[in-house]
């Protein structure tokens, strides 16, 4: 067998074990999914999960780090002229959309059978970018009013929970204008925080029934 095949067919078993998990979830809630349940939904033995992943945890670990990966990678550098608080933030649309992309597996990882552990190490993946492109955006010898950390984190948390509401709800609102009513909303504070002021435009985002 060619080592595309074989590439080919751990990508499949793989693919299909974290398929079976995310259809288990809310039919039995994470913790009381044994090892057993997702090889049978599956289709395949329990030696093959072992070869792949130490066990459920590190299943669903390696899950939301693919994820994660797939969403840093399509991110760009933060562009000072772009930034505006009426306007639709360009990471946050890239991250909308990856979310839209796959609703149904952040649906079930933030609902109320998922993963806390997850919608942690999404937080803490969303506030280490955010950190990043604070300080990089932040004006040399500016005043800050907040630690960048807590800047970031508190953005993190305020996206964590809008785009919960938004999965719950089947996302009533496009990516680009739901990045818009998040920028009117955490964008001044945020950005107040590092000493940056952002120039202002009318809001002029169409409502949810638009």
Known sequence: MTDKKLD????RTRQALKDALIRLIPEQGYESITVADITSAANVNRATLYMHYR???DLLLRMIDDELAAFA???EPPD????NNAQPSEPLVVALRHIAGRADFYRVMFGSQGVAAVAVQVRHTLAAISTQRLQYLMPQGSGQSAPVEISAHFAAGALIGVISW???NDQPVPPEHLSRY????IAPAMYASIGLTLPQ??????SSGD
């Open 182 to 185: 998040l920028m009117g909303l």
């Open 166 to 168: 938004w999965l719950e």
């Open 201 to 206: 435009r009318p809001p002029d985002a169409p």
């Open 8 to 11: 080919r067919r751990v990508q």
């Open 80 to 83: 000072p002229s772009k930034l």
């Open 73 to 75: 990678s399509e991110l």
């Open 55 to 57: 066990d459920k945890n």
